[in-house]
């Protein structure tokens, strides 16, 4: 069975840190690119971040470059998002996603239609 479980979630001021994790099991992790998208009431679906397994290419949306970090163990087939200097408008449900690695991932990872498996997403909440 796939799944992606995310953690790390929860409540934090403005200018603060969260650090996600999402767990990958039921399929081969290193085949798979895993993203972190956002959604917050009212809104599409965002990409945030997104990290190859097989080589380690990291990509932001333009909303978080240089605040937030994608990482990857491997070994563990999970991925974390770093989120630094937080902002209210940060706030939102976070999920991650999992796909095959298309051959333009770079332009096509923020497409939320292209991805198998999601997790049950995570809260974050940042006030003022």
């Known amino acids: 069975e796939v799944q992606l479980v995310e953690s790390g979630g929860g409540l934090v001021q403005a200018g603060g840190s969260l650090r996600l994790s999402c767990a990958a099991s039921?399929?081969?992790?290193?085949?798979?690119?895993i993203a972190w998208f956002r959604q917050a009431p009212g809104t599409e679906r965002e990409g945030v971040s997104c990290i190859s397994s097989r080589n380690s290419l990291t990509y932001y949306g333009d909303s978080v470059k240089g605040r937030f970090t994608i990482s990857s163990d491997n070994a563990k087939n999970t991925v974390y998002l770093q989120m630094n200097s937080l902002k209210p408008e940060d706030t939102a449900v976070y999920y991650c996603?999992?796909?095959?690695?298309?051959?333009?991932?770079?332009?096509?990872?923020?497409?939320?239609?292209?991805?198998?498996?999601w997790g049950q997403g995570t809260q974050v909440t940042v006030s003022s």
């Open positions: 996603a999992a796909l095959r690695p298309p051959r333009l991932l770079y332009k096509l990872w923020t497409f939320p239609e292209r991805y198998d498996y």
């Open positions: 039921g399929f081969t992790f290193d085949d798979y690119a």
